[in-house]
């Protein structure tokens, strides 16, 4: 049967989403996360690899996907190390078929709340999806990390200089 998310809750140190089934009314799965996420480097590198390979959805269930391509080990090992940092286990992780990638989507509401409002411009397209202005607040080595990020997903490492290539206006 399918399960509709009907509660977000937390205490001191975790968010709970209780999965109901709409029949009996029961609690027939709790998701349990970190309240809390530290803002560290490897965090600001993830933001950075979303704002070029990442995306969020709402099909029925909130989820927050990335992208990369299957030989990139750095990059997947950021994206499940940072999901396990924070307490995500509803994902999956799969091959795309005929395509060297692998794509990461987690199941948690309250992170992809969190992902819609650290880029509240964002409409489901690349065109929409921008440095969130509070990057630039931060400290350089803060900065550098998300910098980091971005270049693992949307840039080259040339000849004496970094590029990127983006479709967002912004």
Request: contains cysteine; proline residues 2%; glycine residues 6%.
């Amino acid at each position: 049967s399918k399960f509709h998310a009907e509660s977000l809750w937390h205490d001191e140190g975790f968010v709970y989403q209780d999965w109901y089934n709409p029949l009996t009314k029961q609690i027939r799965k709790r998701k349990k996360s970190s309240r809390y996420i530290s803002f560290d480097e490897s965090w600001y590198k993830l933001l950075g690899l979303f704002t070029g390979d990442g995306w969020l959805c709402y099909d029925g269930r909130p989820q927050v996907g990335f992208c990369c391509n299957s030989n990139e080990d750095e990059n997947l090992s950021l994206i499940l190390s940072s999901l396990d940092k924070i307490g995500i286990t509803d994902y999956r992780v799969s091959k795309a078929k005929g395509k060297n990638l692998i794509q990461v989507v987690a199941n948690s509401k309250h992170l992809h709340m969190a992902f819609k409002s650290w880029f509240d411009k964002y409409e489901c397209t690349s065109q929409s999806k921008h440095v969130p202005d509070f990057v630039f607040e931060q400290y350089d080595n803060l900065k550098s990390a998300y910098l980091s990020g971005y270049l693992m997903s949307d840039g080259n490492d040339g000849e004496n200089k970094f590029t990127f290539s983006t479709t967002s206006p912004k």
